[in-house]
């Protein structure tokens, strides 16, 4: 009962007046995706409903690879994870040069198991962050990309 209303909480925190969801919303909960089910799964929905940005479809894909973790069925966990990472994949494409498609990118890369060969753009995607670090204005993020890259 308790776990049902904590997520009832941040289905309902997620949306703004306009039926949108908050972008560090997103971001705070994508930090726990992996470690909460729960979360995991009210993420992939919202965005599911919430595809009108590319940063918000790269989410979408990052939360649907961490929901991999999730899933019990190899053959579901495979495909969970493709589904994924093309969306991820989908997003950079149509802005190559945003740092927080990047960074979820880079984030799905590092903690991907090798044999799932998603690992092609570590070095190119740590050194274009790296460079562009100090544009981020987000406390949230700044935060998520240094544990990301260990500093």
């Not at 579901?76 to 802005?95: C, H, M, P, Q, V």
């Not at 753009?121 to 987000?138: G, L, M, P, Q, V």
């Given at each position: 009962?308790?776990?049902?209303?904590?997520?009832?909480?941040?289905?309902?925190?997620?949306?703004?007046?306009?039926?949108?969801?908050?972008?560090?919303?997103?971001?705070?909960?994508?930090?726990?995706?992996?470690?909460?089910?729960?979360?995991?799964?009210?993420?992939?929905?919202?965005?599911?409903?919430?595809?009108?940005?590319?940063?918000?479809?790269?989410?979408?894909?990052?939360?649907?690879?961490?929901?991999?973790?999730?899933?019990?069925?190899?053959?579901?966990?495979?495909?969970?994870?493709?589904?994924?990472?093309?969306?991820?994949?989908?997003?950079?494409?149509s802005d190559p040069n945003?740092?927080?498609?990047?960074?979820?990118?880079?984030?799905?890369?590092?903690?991907?198991?090798?044999?799932?060969?998603?690992?092609?753009?570590?070095?190119?995607?740590?050194?274009?962050?790296?460079?562009?670090?100090?544009?981020?204005?987000?406390?949230?993020?700044l935060k998520m990309v240094?544990?990301?890259?260990?500093?």
């Amino acid at each position: 009962m308790k776990a049902t209303l904590i997520i009832l909480s941040i289905i309902f925190g997620l949306l703004s007046e306009n039926k949108s969801i908050e972008i560090e919303t997103v971001r705070k909960n994508y930090s726990s995706a992996a470690a909460n089910e729960l979360v995991c799964d009210a993420m992939i929905i919202e965005l599911k409903k919430n595809k009108n940005s590319t940063v918000l479809l790269g989410y979408l894909g990052g939360f649907q690879t961490v929901w991999a973790n999730h899933v019990f069925n190899p053959v579901s966990k495979l495909n969970t994870f493709n589904e994924g990472k093309r969306n991820i994949e989908k997003a950079i494409k149509s802005d190559p040069n945003s740092l927080e498609l990047r960074f979820v990118r880079l984030s799905v890369q590092k903690n991907a198991p090798s044999f799932l060969g998603y690992s092609s753009a570590i070095e190119e995607d740590e050194r274009y962050i790296k460079k562009y670090k100090n544009t981020i204005h987000s406390t949230e993020l700044l935060k998520m990309v240094n544990a990301l890259l260990n500093e």
